[in-house]
């Protein structure tokens, strides 16, 4: 975020993270990860810890399948590990690609399963001896499979994987508690999208990662 994204967005640009997570409050709201662009967050959960998100003008209580911005109303959107927790999650993804420059880009990382996308309620009658601990890490309404890329371009964007960090020591996913080898989806409605952020073989990363899958 800080080393490719941020510095490629100028005063008038917009960001929008959709959960939201801590993330929101330390870094995106507080911290000016993304420099002079105007940052908004949208909480679909309501959690306590997000009161601290309470500036006028960049915190929204709506749910993800409602957003309530304009079309093409925002250069990024962030959106990670937050829609198994969403039912509407194919409006959501709709909604993200109606909010979404063409040029934008979005990020909607999220766990994958072996197999199909099934309903996190199918999840807990297949595998009783997950306790609900899981369902409130990885999602309550819905577990992905390998399918849910089909899911991001039913939504009319075209979703790319990126190794952010290939060539980085094991010291540092440990130090930074990713896992070895992350590798992040990320999607847009046109290869500029990509481009704009990612160039067509970019360095990623202090390391001189680069995206291993130009853009199409």
Known sequence: MRDRIGPRLVAGDRVLEIGPSRFSADYIIGGGLFGPARCVAVDVRRRRHHRRLGAVGRFVASSAATLPFADAAFDVILCNNTLPYVPEDRRALA??????????????????????TRSADAHRREH??????????????WVYGQDFLDRVRGAGLEPVEIELFPGAPDHFFTENGLKPRVRALFASHHPAGLRRFFGVSPPLSRYGSRCDRPPP
């Open 128 to 141: 009783p001896e997950l306790g609900e601990d899981w369902f409130a890490e990885n999602g309550d309404a």
């Open 95 to 116: 909604e993200i690609a109606r909010c979404l420059k063409r040029d934008g880009l979005a990020m909607i990382d999220t766990h994958r399963s072996p197999g199909p």
